[in-house]
T-cell receptor, first 116, second 114 residues
Framework: AQKVTQAQTEISVVEKEDVTLDCVYE???????LFWYKQPPSGELVFLIR??????QNEISGRYSWNFQKSTSSFNFTITASQVVDSAVYFC?????????????FGKGTKLTVNP | NAGVTQTPKFQVLKTGQSMTLQCAQD?????MSWYRQDPGMGLRLIHY???????DQGEVPNGYNVSRSTTEDFPLRLLSAAPSQTSVYFC?????????????FGEGSWLTVV
């Protein structure tokens, strides 16, 4: 069965520090997708990135970067020069494809607090 | 284009009461789903649908019913609310044909059962 593990329950950093959020996944599918979502204190879920299993290129978007390594089944998320507005719960998720109906399997989330 | 709309945003129920959480999307997405979010548990799939007239169970379906009479709407029914159903509920949708594409979430519904 598919599984996503975010071992870090809570992380606290000081503004401008770099921080990496870990995500390890398990799947037997050869084709799958990985996602990161941000949930700020207001509660909505904000899509950050989608990566398919055939694309292992790292991606950078501003202060955000993602490191996808199939060899270690990891999809880690790094925030460079963190800001207070980055404070949120971050979820890693894996698409679960069964019979063509995809479902997202979420990790339990990592709560990031960025202190001024 | 409103995206995924959930109502109500907040609701307090007494144990044993019934209610329906509404979810509507205006993007003509075939796939719709309901998740619940509990502290330390992440989001867990309750039910999902791949099109009108088709529904299936997710990870935690007990205590919930769904139906999909139209492409746009996917209501979640609690027939007899229990305190264990106190949670935040998210409805989501995406186009079915674009496999693995972005899933769009509603803003969430905060439900408290006392």
């Amino acid at each position: 069965a598919q599984k996503v593990t975010q071992a870090q329950t809570e992380i606290s950093v000081v503004e401008k520090e770099d921080v990496t959020l870990d995500c390890v996944y398990e799947t037997r599918d050869t084709t799958y997708y990985l996602f990161w979502y941000k949930q700020p204190p207001s509660g909505e879920l904000v899509f950050l990135i989608r990566r398919n299993s055939f694309d292992e290129q790292n991606e950078i978007s501003g202060r955000y970067s993602w490191n996808f390594q199939k060899s270690t089944s990891s999809f880690n998320f790094t925030i460079t020069a963190s800001q207070v507005v980055d404070s949120a719960v971050y979820f890693c998720a894996l698409s679960d494809t069964q019979g063509g109906s995809e479902k997202l399997v979420f990790g339990k989330g990592t709560k990031l607090t960025v202190n001024p | 284009n409103a995206g995924v709309t959930q109502t109500p945003k907040f609701q307090v129920l007494k144990t044993g009461q019934s209610m329906t959480l509404q979810c509507a999307q205006d993007m003509n997405h075939e796939y719709m789903s309901w998740y619940r979010q509990d502290p330390g548990m992440g989001l867990r799939l309750i039910h999902y649908s791949v099109g009108a007239g088709i529904t299936d169970q997710g990870e935690v379906p007990n205590g919930y019913n769904v139906s999909r009479s139209t492409t746009e709407d996917f209501p979640l029914r609690l027939l007899s609310a229990a305190p264990s159903q106190t949670s935040v509920y998210f409805c989501a949708s995406r186009p079915l044909r674009q496999g693995g594409n972005t899933i769009y979430f509603g803003e969430g519904s905060w439900l408290t059962v006392v």
